[in-house]
């Protein structure tokens, strides 16, 4: 996959002014940077483009503003990167107009320059031509290494593709490189491991993976809606009654397509959705009317550690309980300390993303034993859903 487009392997881009997306859009609190992940990842981009003598145009947006609104300004940003680069970053106050191109004019080559949030201007979300050819006049070149906005079709992750010629940034490269060995040409057999609290958000990406992976191990809250799909109670869960429907038709599907299907076998029930709120496990038949399931219960995990041992690739979107409250994520802990074992044990390569699910393999500690983590919310899902993203799309030849 990474071969069918151009990367920076393929361009001299020595005093040429590479105008590179990157995503900067990164957790604040008042004013600071509470992970940095992103930036980090980011950061051989640069500086390999640096180091060659060019001259680094970085464009990004940051939050949703609607027009100009400085509570979303780059500019703390781009300090922080700053910091995680070890380098002088200079900052201008718009991203296109006399104050960019005055900017990019005193650079000099190997300088790093970061433009304001590109979303000041209603022509990046529109991807309008006249706002891509004046950012098209800063730069001679563009780089994309911005995979966690590909699944926008805006003015700099997609438009400028079109306008100029187009590379892969080294981030960009590494997320295709991991997500193809997950699930375009993986090694056999796969395991998906999908939690979260609703069906709903999540019915395209079921679809998608229940004809591509050997095994699908479905977790958390829209586990339920599945349980009460086959009539078993699930007493207060919960449960998006509604679209039992569709999941009995992703259990066909993944039926006819030979995915063994693996729901909860039992349930970690409490009574109120409040942290060390007393708990108890129950088998399926026997799940109390006015009880929550909040997380799978000790058998269940005994049968995803099963599934993960019998998979050589793991693809995991979503925690398997509520994890953010004790001692409802041991489920998810547990699970994912013990892919994190086989992938150290050199029998798994396991690949994560998605915003939760980042959160709960930090929380796990197991983060940096995973093959891949992607730093990748919305594009991470778009990925497996199997839709084409489109800042990935304009980058192939
Ligand atoms: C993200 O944070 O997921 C990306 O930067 C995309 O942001 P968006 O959802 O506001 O387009
Ligand atoms: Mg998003």
Redesign the pocket.
Known sequence: MTNSFRTLDDVDVKGKRVLVRV?L?VPMDSGKVTDATRLERIAPTITSISDKGGKVILLA?F??PKGRDEKNSLKPVAAALANVLNKQIAFADDCIGEAAAKAVAAMKDGDILCLENTRFHAGEEKNDPAFVAELAKLGDIWVND?F??AH?AHATTEGLGHKLPAYAGRTMQAELDALGKALDAPKRPVIAVVGGAKVSTKIDLLENLVSKVQALVIGGGMANTFLHAQGIGVGKSLCEKDLAPTALRILEKAEAAGCAIILPVDATVAFKFEANTPSQAYGLDAIPADGMILDVGPQSIERIHAAIDDAATLVWNGPVGAFEIAPFDRGTVVAAKHAAKRTKEGKLISVAGG?DTVAALNHAGVADDFTYIST????FLEWMEGKPLPGVEVLKK
Do not use: F, T
Request: net charge positive; glycine share 28%; no cysteine.
């Open positions: 995503d859009n947006h939050g949703r911005a966690s906005a926008r915003g990748a919310g919305g594009a």
